[in-house]
């Protein structure tokens, strides 16, 4: 098998228990199968929401905060309560990883983006498998969903890949994929396995589900495989509690809704 680069991304819903805490079997999962794929002879970088919701369970909250500063503050404590849960689940497969947190800023700015490019570089050298999120605490951006710039990591995980010069983006989430209808109101509802365009008529099957948690949809997940497409990348969108199926993903088998839109950008 070809050596690839793969950028994951794993959404607030597959990690986290709404306000009762972390969903240990999903992130020992992912552990254990981004591990094995890393063990393959893959580069592999993890892009990680959560750190808001693991705050709120780890302080005991009712619900997520709606207050900036507040969800700041969250995110704080949910940020190490996260990475600690990934340095211990992931070292008990035999990886280490590495904490990389930046904002949208750092991407504008060049001097900045070519070091956090070398970073980058360096961590998969060292075989490193890098965690990465952006910086809630000093960002509001993210966190506030009126003025969004990474989208709920789903932009950030494409902006990740298209730095890193990754081969294929993996947006993990509590949806199976891209459906021809809505499919909790549709019980026949199809997946859709493969789309070629991102037009109005794809952009209007997306809707915009997202859970309470988390501030991501199927609308900001189209918007990250564009950005990827854009730069020839293959962007599959699936499921997240079943990590086994990380497996069909990576090595070009049909699972969720692979958005390869290359042909239109080459």
């Known amino acids: 098998m070809d050596k690839k680069r793969i950028v994951f991304k794993v959404g607030t819903s597959t990690l986290c228990h709404g306000g009762k805490g972390l969903k240990f079997k999903n992130i020992d999962g992912l552990a254990r199968v981004l591990t094995d794929i890393k063990n393959e002879g893959n580069e592999v970088i993890l892009v990680s929401s959560g750190a808001i919701g693991a705050g709120v369970g780890k302080l005991g909250l009712p619900e997520r905060p709606a207050e900036i500063r507040m969800k700041q503050a969250v995110a704080a404590v949910g940020q190490l309560e996260l990475m600690h849960i990934y340095d211990k689940m992931f070292g008990e497969y035999g990886a280490t990883v590495g904490q990389v ?131 020839g990348i293959d962007t599959v969108i699936m499921n997240g509690s079943q990590p086994q199926n990380l497996y069909v993903a990576v090595h070009g088998g049909e699972v969720g809704t692979r958005f390869a839109l290359r042909e239109k950008y080459t």
């Open 101 to 231: 947190l930046f904002t949208r800023d750092d991407v504008d700015r060049p001097n900045v983006k070519q070091n956090l490019c070398g970073t980058f570089e360096s961590l998969l050298l060292l075989g490193v498998i890098p965690i990465v999120n952006e910086n809630d605490s000093v960002c509001i951006e993210e966190i506030e969903s009126e003025h969004k710039i990474f989208g709920d990591n789903d932009t950030l995980s494409a902006v990740v890949a298209t730095l890193v010069g990754a081969d294929l983006l993996v947006l993990l989430s509590d949806i199976d994929g891209l459906f021809d209808s809505d499919p909790h109101k549709n019980p026949d509802a199809k997946l859709i396995p493969v789309v070629h365009e991102i037009n109005d008529d794809v952009i209007a099957l997306a809707g915009g589900t997202k859970s309470s948690l988390g501030t991501g949809g199927m609308v900001t997940k189209l918007a990250a495989a564009q950005i990827a497409g854009e730069c």
